[in-house]
T-cell receptor
Framework: DAKTTQPTSMDCAEGRAANLPCNHS???????VYWYRQIHSQGPQYIIH???NNETNEMASLIITEDRKSSTLILPHATLRDTAVYYC?????????FGKGTKLTVNP | AAGVIQSPRHLIKEKRETATLKCYPI?????VYWYQQGPGQDPQFLIS???????DKGSIPDRFSAQQFSDYHSELNMSSLELGDSALYFC??????????????FGQGTRLTVV
C-alpha cells in the first residue's frame, strides 16, 4: 500500500497563498485524502479531508483532481505560524499512516 | 472544546525500567490510536482500540502493550525499556461514524527519554 508523494520542502512568503501538492496515484475508490500538519513536535493537527469533491474550511482548501491521483492543499494567506510539516495521507481504515510530509517554511 | 489529554508530558526512565503512558480521549470518542515519533522521524502507528477492543496493530514491539478501559481512556505500557524507545508518543482519538470518515484529533504527546 504505497503512501503518498510530497515535496520534501517548500517556501512561501508571508501573506501569499501556499499551495502544497500531493501525489496519490495509487489511491483506491474508497480512500479519502487527509491533510494534517505538525508544528515543531506538537501533536499533529487536522486540517481538512475529502473524497473526490473540493473542500474548504476555515483553515484551508483542498483541490482534488478529477482522476483523484493528486491533490493540492491551499493555505490562502500564509502566516509565520503556518510553518510546519504538512502530511498528505490516504485513509481507508481508521488509522492514519504518515509518510514523509512537506516542510513548509513561511518567510517574512 | 475539550482535547485529547496525555500524561505525563515528560518522562525519564532508565534502561530496563517500565513506563506507563496515559491517554484521555475527547469525550464521546470511541476510538484511540497510539503513535511513536522518534527524533527526526515521522509518526509511526503503533496500535488502536475501538470500543475497548484492539482494532488495528502496527509496528508495536512485543515489549509494549496497551488497552482501552471502560471509560475509554487508554494506557500504553512499555517494559524493558531500551535507549531506542526514546521518542514522542502521541495519542489520538476519533468517533467512528459508520459510512463516513471522521477526523482524528491528537494530544500534545508524552516525551519519553530512556537513559
Amino acid at each position: 500500500d504505497a503512501k503518498t508523494t510530497q515535496p520534501t520542502s517548500m517556501d512561501c512568503a508571508e501573506g501569499r497563498a501556499a499551495n502544497l501538492p500531493c501525489n496519490h496515484s495509487t489511491i483506491s475508490g474508497n480512500e479519502y485524502v487527509y491533510w494534517y500538519r505538525q508544528i515543531h513536535s506538537q501533536g499533529p493537527q487536522y486540517i481538512i479531508h475529502g473524497l473526490k469533491n473540493n473542500e474548504t474550511n476555515e483553515m484551508a482548501s483542498l483541490i482534488i483532481t478529477e482522476d483523484r491521483k493528486s491533490s493540492t492543499l491551499i493555505l490562502p494567506h500564509a502566516t509565520l505560524r503556518d510553518t510546519a510539516v504538512y502530511y498528505c495521507i490516504k485513509r481507508w481504515t481508521e488509522k492514519l499512516v504518515f509518510g514523509k510530509g512537506t516542510k513548509l517554511t513561511v518567510n517574512p | 472544546a475539550a482535547g485529547v489529554i496525555q500524561s505525563p508530558r515528560h518522562l525519564i526512565k532508565e534502561k530496563r525500567e517500565t513506563a506507563t503512558l496515559k491517554c484521555y480521549p475527547i469525550p464521546r470518542h470511541d476510538t484511540v490510536y497510539w503513535y511513536q515519533q522518534g527524533p527526526g522521524q515521522d509518526p509511526q502507528f503503533l496500535i488502536s482500540f475501538y470500543e475497548k477492543m484492539q482494532s488495528d496493530k502496527g509496528s508495536i514491539p512485543d515489549r509494549f502493550s496497551a488497552q482501552q478501559f471502560s471509560d475509554y481512556h487508554s494506557e500504553l505500557n512499555m517494559s524493558s525499556l531500551e535507549l531506542g524507545d526514546s521518542a514522542l508518543y502521541f495519542c489520538a482519538s476519533s468517533l467512528r461514524n459508520r459510512g463516513r470518515k471522521t477526523e482524528a484529533f491528537f494530544g500534545q504527546g508524552t516525551r519519553l527519554t530512556v537513559v
